[in-house]
């Protein structure tokens, strides 16, 4: 069986991808199609001998979908997936003959991988984590708020990096953020973090429309050097976040991520809702903007912390 066509019907693999981004109308956010590019990207990095989407074979799929040093599965299932989408488009659009991705969901199973466990942390090491962060920096000042408003607001990464100050109420109170999938909610914010707001919307200039700004050595003529200036109008990416992240991690030596954020505010929100005499699961849900509630119960279920806390309590009488 021959996976190729004509030369001169052969398409670059990039240019496809890009095809398929912007007309198929599977792709509905720019993160997914951010997330996409980068997956075929390194595809492509993989088999650059393959100058055609053409020149793809299953085995090539395959070993894409599985490669890397024991890949999580939820990683294996997305890489997967982008495949038998954009490959199945491709075929729809004849830029193949035959699609290579057919039959990954039978060649790449998805149990072989190592899950990542979350990480919770705790009321002390976060107070840890906070006063590590130097006062006399701006991007450490920076990288302080968005670590506060990772905790106290469970914002994935990207709804999170984001934030504009338009999108604030009065007095901080409230914020709209765009969610997963592109649509928008409010959040209420609690008056620490509301503080915390106003106090950082005082360092920026009144026209300043991303609340995490880019930070850029810049040429100052009046003093003869460069100097490290905030671009109000150019948000942080998620790598940024990654980075503070991984910085947080070093000082508590512990494995912290972005998600991993929003892990310990689901926590701690849960056990707040709980002391204040509310439905503790349905509140979180809401907080978390979840659909499905079985999705706030995962969150929630697989804290190490919360089974050794219970076990602590955990007594017989036996006499």
Known sequence: MTYGRSATSKVSLGVATALYA?????????????????TMRRLERMYPE????????????????????????????????WCRSTFAWFKYRDLIDIDPAADLLYLVTTGSGVRRLGTWLTAEQIRQAYN????????????????????????????????????????????????KGGGQGEIHLAPQLQHELVNWRQTAPSDASTVFPSFKSLWAPDIGKRVITALWDQPVTE??????????????????????????????????????????????QEALGHRNIATTQRYLASNPNRTKAAMSEFRLALS
């Open 50 to 81: 393959n100058v055609a989407v053409s020149d793809f074979t299953p085995q090539h799929l395959a070993q894409f979908c599985l490669s890397g040093s024991n890949p999580a599965p939820s990683t294996i299932k997305q890489r997967r997936a």
């Open 132 to 179: 590590a962060f130097d006062p006399t920096s701006p991007i450490q000042l920076r990288n302080r708020l968005m670590f506060l408003v990772g905790v106290m607001t469970g914002l994935r990464a990207g709804e999170l990096v984001s934030l504009r100050w338009d999108s604030f109420g009065p007095d901080m109170a409230t914020a709209v953020v765009t969610r």
């Open 239 to 284: 790598a940024v976040m990654t980075t503070m992240c991984r910085e947080v991690s070093d000082r508590l030596r512990v494995n912290v991520t972005p998600h991993d954020l929003r892990r310990t505010f689901a926590d701690l929100f849960y056990e707040q809702a709980a002391r204040s005499g509310q439905d503790p699961l349905r509140a979180t």
């Open 22 to 38: 912007s007309e198929s109308g599977r792709v509905r956010t720019l993160k997914s199609v951010n997330t996409m590019l980068k």
